[in-house]
């Protein structure tokens, strides 16, 4: 299970109780199958600022030493490398990168 998904969960432990339908599923799908763009984070630009990971609508960004990506759910909405203040994520064709791994 994601890092992420983990801190959230427990953080919605010690809310008070929710009264009514309420979903916290946490997905076991890979959903990065679906990705034809790819961010790529230029750690060199890279400010570690976060706010690519507070826009992730799929929470698959964790800001650490460096940031990095979980490929495995992200699905390549772009909203990351519209909402960095430095420009520092490129959004690739997944046919043409050419990286290291998945990082």
């Known amino acids: 299970m994601q ?4 801190q959230r969960t427990k953080m919605l432990e010690t809310l008070p109780k929710i009264v009514g339908p309420v979903s916290v599923k946490v997905s076991d799908v890979h959903t990065g199958v679906w990705r034809y763009r790819r961010p790529v984070i230029r750690h060199d630009d890279c400010i570690r600022c976060g706010i690519c990971a507070e826009y992730c609508p799929c929470g698959v960004i964790e800001k650490a030493e460096v940031m990095t990506v979980d490929y495995t759910y992200c699905k390549g909405c772009g909203i990351c490398t519209v909402e960095c203040p430095k420009k520092a994520i490129d959004f ?10 998945d990082q």
């Open 92 to 101: 690739v064709l997944e046919s043409e990168f050419e990286g290291e791994g």
């Open 3 to 6: 890092e992420l998904v983990k």
